[in-house]
């Protein structure tokens, strides 16, 4: 047993560690949150595994079989929840309805795992255990099924591959999680399955390390890429949602923080269809690039015009798999110089501000310290009797009307 309890623990410390690099080192998402849940739930199942195998004929033995049964069916609800996420399939009904079936069946199984423990004792033939092994085993058929679906609707390679990937590595595991346990059980041993999904955790990983498994883009940008920036940049997956912006796009939209993952294109840009007839036309052609003169709405309701470059991102299989947008705000700033009579400073200062700049990047180009910067803006607001980036923005559109 003891051999069962070192497998079981080794297993356990595999769960942890992925579910600390995936939440370290990935993107703030719901699929990866999901995943690390899914990484805590097999830890859970692990733990109690190895703890049965070591605390066999002990005030705890029975603490720790309802722990793994316990770790045993959470780990496919919460596999469940993470590939509908990964498949953005989370929303639909049909889904939603068999999530709360499963979780209504675990709570009945969960009730009688932990009132009388009958999991346990009903092992290996017992009708408890018996039930429970082929209702586990069909519902995390539910996760390759679901895998299917995406893998033959989505348009692109890499999601067809990691699909394929997933739908293998979990009908494998799930048939040898289940044969290992009654293999077990009628040899008078431990069940062990919860080592089992290791070899699906490793077909998960390498469809990440490989094909860009919950790579949320629309491509692996880098974040400091577009952080440092002077031009506000978008970037747009091939959902048209927004998945991230830097700090001169948070400035022209007037947003305090940061636009929230998959925030609807049409939100920002109010001509998003016009942009979308334009991409896929270019797409015929094969062009990457052009060019859109539209209008930005801000986190205010007001509108700001824009003249903005779009870069088309393709992955190395091809596939179009979103779009970079950069944008500079279109306002006839020399009438509006010559009208309030700014000086020469103020005006280099309102020109890196319209251009969604923040004032330590206008203090780095001006080669001027930060609070000269700071003094120059306070002195161009106090001028125009105005106290903010939004006021001016709207400011400068009511003179591009009034013209």
Known sequence: MMLYAIISSVACVTYIYLGILILIFGKDSATQKSFAVLCAMLALWSLGCAGRNMAQESQWSTFFDRMYYTGSELFILAGIIFILFLSERQSVPLYRVLVLVIMLRIGIYQAAN????VLAR?????PWFVSHQLLSAIESLLIPLIALIWGRKTTLHRERIQSRIIVVSTVCGTSIGVLVDFLSGFKGNNPISCTIPVLWMVAVCYAIIRYGLMRFAPAHVNRELIKHMDRAVFVIDSAWKITDCNAAAQSLTC?????????????????????????????ATGEHNFSHTGFLLTAEGHTVPVATSFSLISDKWGDRIGILGFCLPKFDLNAFISRYHLSERQAEILQHIVNGRTQIQTAEALFISLATVKTHTTGLYNRLGISSRSELYAMLRGESQEE
């Open 255 to 283: 947003q305090t923080e940061n636009l929230k993952h998959s925030t609807p294109m049409e939100d920002v840009f109010l001509d998003s269809q016009a942009i979308q007839r334009k991409v896929e036309a270019l797409l």
């Open 122 to 126: 009903d092992f290996p033939s017992g």
């Open 114 to 117: 932990w009132g009388w423990n």
